[in-house]
T-cell receptor, first 113, second 115 residues
Framework: GNSVTQMEGPVTLSEEAFLTINCTYTATGYPSLFWYVQYPGEGLQLLLKATKADDKGSNKGFEATYRKETTSFHLEKGSVQVSDSAVYFCALDYGGSQGNLIFGKGTKLSVKP | DTGVSQDPRHKITKRGQNVTFRCDPISEHNRLYWYRQTLGQGPEFLTYFQNEAQLEKSRLLSDRFSAERPKGSFSTLEIQRTEQGDSAMYLC?????????????FGPGTRLTVL
């Protein structure tokens, strides 16, 4: 079946460090891929998305590239800030009549000053 | 604020009671989704509507769970005869269908605690 696997957390980094959160997926066909972020005490927010192979999604300094050959959508940021501390979720969606998102378990990121 | 809203934000109930949650989507969005999120896990899909039609409900966790969207605007999720295992965050999301990919926007969630 369709699934998303994320690297286990928590991840603790110092401010200005480089961030990578790995995400791989198992799916038939060509899903769209998403990263959502959940800040403490808040709801899920869309961070970025990519709808086809080799697309790069980017927002707020975060980037992820849809790699069909490795079935991956790793999240990266060159220099993290304390305000990036949150839980990050990778998700896939077939769209159309399928409807739902399939989420990974989430990766908690803590950034220390 | 014109985002997705949910009410209540928190609900504490005793085992065996019925609870109902409300979701108001972004006004022009035609799709509405319900998810459940337990501690340390990603959201798990429950059901969704396109306008007033419930297009997928096989993922509802048991027959104690039901959802409605009678006029294609707000939606309610009801859990009958609650159990302690129902304790979780219940999330609502909405989207506007466009092409093959919808972007879902989430509300703040309703946290349910069953004692």
């Amino acid at each position: 079946g369709n699934s998303v696997t994320q690297m286990e957390g928590p991840v603790t980094l110092s401010e200005e460090a480089f961030l990578t959160i790995n995400c791989t997926y198992t799916a038939t066909g060509y899903p769209s891929l998403f990263w959502y972020v959940q800040y403490p005490g808040e709801g899920l927010q869309l961070l970025l998305k990519a709808t086809k192979a080799d697309d790069k999604g980017s927002n707020k300094g975060f980037e992820a590239t849809y790699r069909k050959e490795t079935t991956s959508f790793h999240l990266e940021k060159g220099s993290v800030q304390v305000s990036d501390s949150a839980v990050y979720f990778c998700a896939l969606d077939y769209g159309g009549s399928q409807g739902n998102l399939i989420f990974g378990k989430g990766t908690k990121l803590s950034v220390k000053p | 604020d014109t985002g997705v809203s949910q009410d209540p934000r928190h609900k504490i109930t005793k085992r065996g009671q019925n609870v109902t949650f409300r979701c108001d989507p972004i006004s022009e969005h035609n799709r509405l989704y319900w998810y459940r999120q337990t501690l340390g896990q990603g959201p798990e899909f429950l059901t969704y509507f396109q306008n007033e039609a419930q297009l997928e409900k096989s993922r509802l966790l048991s027959d104690r769970f039901s959802a409605e969207r009678p006029k294609g605007s707000f939606s309610t999720l009801e859990i009958q005869r609650t159990e302690q295992g129902d304790s979780a965050m219940y999330l609502c999301a909405s989207s506007l269908t466009s092409g093959n990919t919808d972007t879902q926007y989430f509300g703040p969630g309703t946290r349910l605690t069953v004692l």
